[in-house]
Every structure is written in structure tokens, then in C-alpha cells.
């Protein structure tokens, strides 16, 4: 084995301890899902067990990381996106809330259901929102008050 050389991040990864390799493998795996173009049926399926898998293991900056590249993901797997839209830290569910084109009215209008603020100022913030969505801001807004 003369003349290789071992990628940066292979190094570190292996070295990890298994929380940390998980949440690494994770926000890399999430990284390559992302940059490419739309990914098969097979590539969408092993990426949707991976988040799956390592997604309660992984710490809130890494999440917010993982939401941030899924946000803009047109075909990020719906059920990632939707358990990121629930995430117990606002800051993560905001980012899929407010940008991702992967939720649906139903998905939305559910969130807005649960009655948080934090919820509804992120969906507010969307590019376009459907009239039955806005209608479920305003009501949950006056229920509010």
C-alpha cells in the first residue's frame, strides 16, 4: 500500500466514539444526499433508515445542520423532513417549516395544530402559502389571544 492516503474526514470518523460517529456519518451522508442530483428510489430509501437510525443520537447543532440542508432539498425523503418539522428544538423545526417544498398543507396545517408560536411565525415565513394554510394560521393566532 504504497502512496495512499486516508481522506481527511475517514480518519476522524473511525476514530470517534459511536455517538459521535453516528452523528458524523449522519450530517456526511445528509451532505452527499443533497449535492447530487435527484437520487433513486434505492439511494432515497437507505438515506431516509440512515436518518432513521442515527437521528435521536444526533445533538441539536448537528440537527439544525441536517434541517438546514433538507430545507431546500426538493427531494429530501418526506418522512425526515416531517419528523424534523416536530423536533423538540424549535430552531430545527423552523428551518424545514419556514423552507422545505417536501411538506404538504397537511403536514403544515398539523404543525400549526400544535399551537406553538414558534411554529406558526416559521410557517408564516414560507414563500407561498395555500389558503387553507393561512386559514389555519389565523385561527390558531385568535384562538391564541
Not at 11 to 21: C, P
Not at 36 to 42: D, L, N, R, S, W
Not at 125 to 143: F, K, P
Request: proline share 3%; net charge negative; hydrophobic share 40%.
Amino acid at each position: 500500500m504504497t502512496g495512499y492516503t486516508t481522506p481527511k474526514g475517514v480518519g476522524s470518523l473511525v476514530q470517534a466514539n459511536g455517538r459521535t460517529r453516528k452523528t458524523q456519518l449522519l450530517l456526511a451522508a445528509t451532505e452527499l444526499f443533497v449535492a447530487g442530483e435527484a437520487p433513486t428510489k434505492i439511494e432515497r430509501h437507505v438515506y431516509a433508515e440512515l436518518f432513521r437510525q442515527y437521528v435521536d443520537v444526533t445533538p441539536v447543532a448537528e440537527r439544525r445542520q441536517i434541517a438546514t440542508l433538507l430545507s431546500h432539498c426538493p427531494y429530501a425523503p418526506h418522512d425526515c423532513v416531517l419528523e424534523l418539522s416536530q423536533d423538540e428544538d424549535a430552531s430545527v423545526a423552523h428551518r424545514v417549516l419556514a423552507y422545505s417544498e417536501v411538506l404538504t398543507d397537511c403536514d403544515l396545517i398539523a404543525d400549526i395544530g400544535r399551537g406553538l408560536r414558534a411554529i406558526r411565525r416559521a410557517i408564516s415565513l414560507r414563500h407561498e402559502i395555500s389558503d387553507a394554510v393561512r386559514t389555519a394560521l389565523r385561527q390558531q393566532a385568535d384562538g391564541a389571544e
